[in-house]
Each structure stands twice: as C-alpha cells, then as structure tokens.
C-alpha cells in the first residue's frame, strides 16, 4: 500500500471528446477515492480555460482522468509541461505515439510484439475497393474505447464495395487503419508502476453478448462478462504479461497503462496479436485495471494513490516520458 502525504489534487475529467462522460465517471471515482484518503480534491470538468483554472487550484499534482482527444493525445501534457506542473499517466511524447495505432505498431513490432498486418487508407479508397480481403477490421487512426470500429464481412450491410452513405466511422473519419480481423478472444493485461518498477497485474478475458469489445461493450452494465483472471493457459497468459509489460516500457508509460489483445486460440502462441495500448484506461466501476488490481490486492484507492505517487516521482526526476 502506498503511502502519500496529504496533497492537494486536481482531478481533471469530463472535456468535449467522444468519451466525456466515461471521463466524468472516472473522475468522479478518483476523486471520492482520494478524498476518502483525506486528501484536498479540486474537480476540474475541462473547458478551453483550463490552464487558468489549474494556475488558479495551484494543486500539488493533477490527476488526468480525461480518455480521448485532448487528454490522451499529447495536448495536456504539454500544457502542464509548461506550467510546470506534476500530472499523472503519460508525458507528451509517450501519449502523441500511444494514441496513433500506427505509430504505435512502428515503434512496437521491432521489439517483437505481435500486431495485426495492415495499412492506413482513405474514406475515398474504401468506397471504390475493398483494402483489405474480408473479413477486415476499420478504425480511426487515433481514438481510444474502441470508438467508431466497424468490421467489414461479407455479410456486412456496408455494401460491396461500402456505400458512401452507410454508417460507419467513414463518415466522421477521412484517414482509418484498416487490418485483417483476427478471430478468437478477447484479452487485456494492465501495468502499474512503483517505486520497484513496472509489473503486469494479470490477463482479463472479455466475453462479450455479440459483436466486438467496442465502446458500448466497455460501459454499458451486462453487455461484457470479465473473466478475471481469465481461464487460458499459463503460457498464452504470461505471454499477455510480458507483452503489456514491454509496451509499457518501450512507449515510456507512466502509472498505469492497459494492453489490449485478440487471441486465435487455434493457433497458440502465433494466434497473440496486440491491438492497442492505452496510456489512459478507465476508471469506472466496470473498468479493467481497478478490477485486476483488486485480484493483485490493490483496492481502488490504493491504485489511485500509486498512481499519484509515481506521478511525483516522475516529476521529481525531471520528466514524464521514460527518461528519469
């Protein structure tokens, strides 16, 4: 258990990204839990007056709540950078990479991580052909929760090729990753950091009602069953860890990070793709790493705490990108 004097904490959330009310949950559950620690919380629902908001809190350290496009892409944290002020989870240049799903493949795959085949295309090149053979996977280049991800088959109502006019995230994205779709399982594994290092809290298997573990899936109560830990072989699971775990390293993680991964359980360990890694991972109550770190022994507030505490850590080595 971490033990932290009593600060003052600004916990940023909400923000006008697709995930704002999941931010607004996550938040709200910091916030509780920080301030059931007896620390002094500032709640701080992101507008565009944001910075004068913090100067005015003048807060020991932020806690960055926010999921999405300004809070997870390298926006913030270059903005408290100036400020100087202490924040938790990633610094710039770890969250510009982690939230490009291509620039995370490049700086991942020479490390040995296993990623889906793919290419990047354009809203006009999906209407004209098929990028990829079916079934394939399209999502935004740069989105977390698994927002605006469709799956194209041969069954699909998109049209052959897709119709302009057919929903999808076409319609609201111009470039999208488009990757063959790996069957089979469902996977995650979280990292925390402490004052000893990293270390994986275990693998969750998501069985999901229908469809895919895509945004609806994640925050809507009864629509995903979590298997923690999740009931797969030892080999394939220590696997899952050593990836989560390298991807955090290499990316320059921060407090905590969520790897994410499908598994063709035909094919044993070749069958282990990762899809993404997310330096930012919910904290609802139907969130993932607050239930694995519950399964490792950490209960919410203790999470919470570490996470502020490696936040100070970082700071007082002098950065937030892996080079303290």
């Known amino acids: 258990m971490t033990t932290l004097p009593k600060l003052h904490i600004a916990v940023l959330m909400g923000g006008w990204a697709n995930e704002r009310e999941v931010s607004l949950m996550s938040g709200k559950g910091v916030a509780d839990a920080l301030e059931s620690r007896g620390h002094r919380v500032t709640r701080i629902d992101m507008d565009r007056e944001v910075a004068q908001r913090i100067a005015e809190a003048a807060p020991d350290v ?136 990293p270390r994986a809290l275990g693998v969750t298997e998501l069985i999901i009602d229908s469809g895919f573990y895509d945004f609806e899936h994640k925050y809507t109560d009864g629509k995903t069953v979590h298997v923690c830990p999740a009931e797969i072989p030892a080999e394939i699971a220590k696997l899952c860890e050593q990836y989560a775990l390298k991807a955090h390293q290499v990316l320059g993680c921060k407090g905590t990070s969520r790897t994410d991964f499908r598994w063709d359980d035909e094919q044993g360990e070749d069958g282990l793709f990762v899809l993404e890694t997310n330096t930012q991972p919910g904290m609802t109550p139907l969130s993932l790493v607050p239930e694995q770190a519950k399964h490792a022994g950490m209960d919410y507030a203790d999470l919470v705490e570490a996470i502020v505490a490696e936040a100070l850590r970082t700071h007082s080595a002098g950065g937030t990108d892996g080079d303290d």
Do not use: C
């Not at 990028?131 to 049209?159: C, D, F, Q, W």
């Open 62 to 197: 932020v806690f960055n709540a926010l999921h999405g496009v300004p809070g997870e892409d390298g926006s913030v944290q270059g903005m408290l950078d100036l400020m100087g002020v202490p924040y938790t989870h990633s610094g710039l240049a770890t969250s510009v990479v982690a939230i490009d799903k291509q620039l995370t493949k490049q700086a991942l795959i020479p490390h040995g991580i296993p990623f889906p085949g793919g290419r990047i295309v354009t809203r006009e090149e999906i209407f004209e052909r098929d990028p990829l053979p079916r079934p394939y996977v399209l999502k935004p280049v740069n989105e977390g929760s698994s927002v605006g991800v469709a799956i194209v088959t041969a069954e699909s109502n998109y049209g052959n090729p897709i119709a302009p006019d057919a929903a999808g995230p076409w319609q609201d994205f111009e470039r999208l990753l488009a990757e063959p779709f790996i069957k089979g399982r469902e996977l995650t594994a979280a990292v925390i950091d402490s004052a000893e290092g």
